[in-house]
């Protein structure tokens, strides 16, 4: 069991986490001090310093720690599907709706992510690579037992598609959130889902 000293300290990391990521998403990383973090938190100063060594150490753990929970509910999304019955397609559905639900979630963590994964020399950058390939394996996971089982074809290239069913998430989520707003997750999720059956050529 966890103590309530270990409680705290989690709940202070995860009020800083999303005071750092809506500051660096308003003002970019540079522009955003420690001072500020702290006051949006509404915590000491010295409390971030406690936590973390820097101000690059604790976007590098919200990073870590924002994917991490997307990972855990495409794998949660994949393995209720499973427990269900349900087939690895189904399951892939499964995790475009997590997917979407997590970003609607945290919008201006997944600005940051996107933002960030195109930037080089970052003192965080290798971390990121890590974290990113973390959630992307989870999907190459489910590619790779619906190829096994018949499902899906052999000529598919498992890695790029993951990429690319994870890059189609993000992207159309954020658009989804910037440009219509109005649509439901339940729309962007039913023209997603026609992607991935294949179903948007008239044939």
Known sequence: MESSGTTRRQATRQKLYEAAVTLIAEKGFSATTVDE????????????????????????????????????????????SEERGGTRVEALDAMIRAGLAF???YPAFTQLYVAELWRTNRAWQSTLLVVRQEAVAVVEGV??????????????DIPL?????????????????????????????????????GRVSGH
């Open 37 to 80: 973090i702290a006051e949006r938190a509404g915590v000491a100063k010295g409390t971030v310093y406690y936590n973390f060594k820097s101000k690059t150490e604790l976007f590098e753990e919200l990073l870590r720690h924002g994917v991490g929970l997307l990972t855990a509910s495409l794998r949660a999304a994949a393995e209720e």
């Open 103 to 105: 970003i609607d979630r």
């Open 143 to 156: 590619l790779r037992d619906a190829v096994r089982s018949g499902e899906l074809s052999e000529e598919i």
């Open 161 to 197: 598609t993951a990429a690319a069913l994870v890059g189609m998430v993000l992207v159309a989520a954020l658009d989804w959130q910037a440009f219509q707003p109005e649509r439901s997750i339940d729309e962007v999720h039913s023209a997603l889902s026609l992607l991935l059956h």
